[in-house]
């Protein structure tokens, strides 16, 4: 997909990364998030830049993908792991380079920030994804993931 443009994503962009992420919830996890849940963590992570950052691809001058970065410190290395998390591509522009562009920008920012890494999760079932992921360089870890939630605050 030629002429696309990676840029920070801005509080005017609220409405398309509220309908990716819920799409997104819904296409792997059969998932139905609560709209005002979710529009108040985008909004928290324009309003405290430590939680990280978005991400928005466009092609000629239309959003058509997003991605999410956090971080995470690593006593073990001195350093943080930067975490590509909540990634849309619109249906029409996949299979186009989006993701392919947004992590190009993803791994060169975190290359100049001194990052130790990048690290991703995905379905156990995407084996779509993980060929994309792989051809990119990423390598399936080791670590299984648990998680245990918490009564809710909201």
């Known amino acids: 997909m030629p002429s696309l443009l990676?840029?920070?994503?801005?509080?005017?962009?609220?409405?398309?990364?509220?309908?990716?992420?819920?799409?997104?919830?819904?296409?792997?996890?059969?998932?139905?998030l609560d709209p005002a849940?979710?529009?108040?963590?985008?909004?928290?992570?324009?309003?405290?830049?430590?939680?990280?950052?978005?991400?928005?691809?466009?092609?000629?001058?239309?959003?058509?993908?997003s991605l999410l970065v956090t971080y995470e410190w690593s006593d073990w290395r001195c350093g943080d792991f930067w975490w590509i998390q909540s990634v849309y591509v619109t249906p029409t522009a996949r299979r186009g380079g989006v993701f392919r562009a947004l992590y190009a920008?993803?791994?060169?920012?975190?290359?100049?920030?001194?990052?130790?890494?990048?690290?991703?999760?995905?379905?156990?079932?995407?084996?779509?994804?993980?060929?994309t992921y792989a051809d990119l360089g990423m390598q399936r870890c080791h670590y299984f993931m648990y998680e245990a939630l918490l009564p809710s605050q909201a």
């Open 37 to 65: 849940v979710l529009e108040r963590g985008i909004r928290g992570v324009f309003e405290q830049q430590r939680r990280g950052f978005y991400l928005i691809a466009e092609h000629d001058g239309a959003a058509v993908g």
């Open 105 to 131: 920008e993803v791994e060169q920012r975190a290359a100049a920030a001194g990052a130790v890494g990048l690290r991703l999760y995905v379905e156990t079932e995407n084996q779509r994804a993980q060929t």
């Open 6 to 32: 990676i840029r920070a994503a801005a509080p005017a962009d609220l409405p398309e990364l509220l309908a990716w992420n819920a799409a997104m919830a819904w296409e792997t996890e059969q998932k139905r």
